[in-house]
């Protein structure tokens, strides 16, 4: 890695300009950082043709990391199996750049409890992370249509199973570590159904003697959607396949009471760049006006520089400083509790609507 940082930035589309942007400017307050942004996505089936050209994607695998906003839109919605599709964009990144682990963490900011679905004492001391799978499964598999009959294979090899659980056993492990609590990992399968389930179990299983440190449960999908809804602050470590991650951890991104806090990190091989990204999409419903909520992009910025660029410092701040702008009571419209200002709630300050700039502002001065 030279000095400097070089990050892609990849807006995409719908909001993902704007969030891109505000985590720019965010970015170049905290350092010097080299940026080259380029087309995914819906923009990029529109001047090219397709959603991710190879220019775009020998350009990621050259940076030191790269960063998402969001990819898709109803203009490029179509069952069509020939047309190009937006989200190819994103699936070809990942493939082509290797990107077996994706990390999702939800910690629910504490100025927040308040707008999750659940009851507070619910959700109280939630802090789990998601370890899903990112190149194989359902969504590499084999596909296609035979006149009126559709088929998607899900394949899953002993040695992608393998890296993958090793990747939440050591997140396990680090997250436990100087905290005298206990790693604990959840493995999510279908094991009473699926013939890949059954090989991911017994292969998790097998890695488990070279952690002993880390408790080993095995969950049945259906069955850790329902105890992620009932009993989520118990969760430590799940990890799981792509289709069930995709779910699962949208599932876990509304404990938090909004889609539009989480970030991710997509990784792959040591010392290769990794990709970062907010969980959620495009929100084409909300694009251009200036509403959108950046701060799932500023974790994900954060995520970036503590997983890609070897800055934890600074993505503690990051995370520090978007925990006290939510404690102030400014929210992005997303964010707020039945949809208007509310009165203060206890001892917190009044919830007031921001935009994107003033909640880039705010997060700024707060750094
Ligand atoms: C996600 C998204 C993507 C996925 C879509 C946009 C292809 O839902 O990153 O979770 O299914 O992986
Ligand atoms: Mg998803």
């Known amino acids: 890695m030279s000095d400097v940082p070089r990050i892609v930035l990849l807006p995409g589309d719908g909001i993902g300009p704007e969030i891109v942007a505000a ?17 995914v996505g819906g923009c990029s089936i529109d001047e090219y043709g397709v959603a991710l050209t190879d220019g775009v994607l020998a350009a990621c695998r050259e940076a030191d990391a790269v960063l998402l906003g969001a990819v898709g839109g109803p203009k490029w919605d179509t069952t069509d199996p020939a047309a190009p599709r937006p989200e190819q964009g994103l699936l070809g990144l990942r493939k082509g750049m290797g990107l077996y682990a994706n990390l999702r963490p939800v910690r629910p900011s504490p100025a927040l409890v308040g707008s999750s679905p659940l009851r507070e004492e619910r959700i109280a001391g939630t802090d789990l992370l998601v370890v899903r799978e990112l190149t194989g499964g359902i969504y590499f598999g084999a596909s296609g249509r035979d006149g009126d009959v559709a088929h998607d294979t899900c394949e899953y090899s002993v ?3 393998e ?26 399968d279908k094991a009473n159904v699926l013939e890949t389930s059954r090989l991911w179990r017994e292969t998790v299983s097998g890695l488990a003697s070279d952690y002993p440190d880390v408790e080993l449960e095995h969950l049945l999908v259906d069955n850790a959607a329902m105890q992620l809804v009932s009993r989520p602050a118990d969760f430590d470590v799940i990890v799981t396949e792509n289709l069930f991650g995709d779910i699962l951890s949208d599932e876990s991104a509304m404990l ?24 959620h999409g495009s929100a ?22 503590r997983h890609g660029l070897g800055r934890g410092n600074v993505a503690v701040r990051i995370e520090a400083a978007v925990d006290a702008v939510l404690e102030r009571g400014l929210r ?3 964010l707020l509790v039945g949809g208007a200002a509310a009165a203060s709630q206890g001892d917190r300050p009044p919830e007031r609507e921001v935009g994107t700039e003033a909640i880039t502002e705010a997060v700024l001065s707060v750094i």
């Open 23 to 39: 985590a720019r400017r965010l970015l170049e307050a905290q350092g010097e950082f080299e940026f080259e942004e380029h087309l």
């Open 159 to 161: 040695g992608e199973i």
């Open 163 to 188: 890296r993958i659980a090793r990747t939440g056993f050591e997140a396990a492990r680090g997250r436990a570590e100087g905290t005298g609590d206990s790693a604990h990992v959840t493995s999510v």
């Open 256 to 279: 938090t009471g909004s889609l539009g806090m989480l970030p991710s990190a997509s990784l792959g091989a040591e010392g290769e760049p990794g990709l970062f990204e907010p969980v």
């Open 284 to 305: 084409p419903d909300i694009a251009g006006q200036g509403v959108a909520n950046p701060l799932a992009t500023f974790l994900s910025a954060a995520m970036m520089l």
């Open 332 to 334: 992005t419209r997303d």
